[in-house]
């Protein structure tokens, strides 16, 4: 009997998009039955269109990164830019979903369809909270194929039973 992961994922960020794929998918390839059920904001990670996903870092003390361009002395510099003149300025959540999206490149990581996909390779299960899908309007036909749609007590019956269980 194989090990099980269960991951709840409610965040619908780029950066928050990240740790329940790498989880999974690093379970998954492990020898663990993953299921990551995605409920509220955790739905964009499902659908088909995952272009759209920003950076927020309106909140986040841990935001501050280096540039990912430039010369040396530039890219060293830890940019910590208090949220107050985040929120202040026009087009930051842009600005910094561009700089995110750089950086990740830049490193070679993945990207989250690589990741998504790498998941579905490795039979990670995804369920998508029926009841959130209907709160905000989404239609099935807008996620990735393989997707559940199922209320919370059928991830319970899993989660109940899993080896480790995290909410992201």
């Known amino acids: 009997m194989s090990k099980k992961l269960a991951i709840i994922a409610t965040k619908g960020t780029l950066d928050w998009a ?3 794929f790498i989880l999974a998918s690093t379970a998954a390839a492990l020898g663990y039955d993953v299921q990551v059920f995605c409920t ?6 499902l659908r088909k269109d995952t272009s759209g996903l920003k950076v927020s870092p309106l909140g986040n003390p841990g935001m501050p990164m280096k540039m990912p361009f430039g010369p040396k002395w530039f890219k060293d510099i830890n940019w ?3 949220n107050i003149v985040q929120a202040s300025i026009p087009g930051y959540e842009s ?9 990740i490149k830049n490193c070679g990581v993945a990207t989250i369809d690589e990741l998504r996909d790498l998941c ?3 039979e990670v299960k995804f369920l998508a909270c029926q009841m959130t ?3 905000f309007g989404f239609d099935h036909n807008q996620f ?3 997707v559940e749609f ?3 007590a059928s991830f319970f019956e899993f989660a109940g039973e899993s080896d480790i269980c995290l909410y992201i």
């Open 18 to 20: 990240y740790p329940p």
């Open 40 to 45: 509220f904001y955790g739905l964009q990670l």
């Open 80 to 82: 910590n830019i208090p």
């Open 95 to 103: 600005l910094a979903t561009t700089l995110m999206k750089m950086t």
């Open 120 to 122: 579905v390779e490795a």
């Open 133 to 135: 899908v209907e709160l």
């Open 144 to 146: 990735i194929e393989n």
């Open 150 to 152: 199922v209320g919370a």
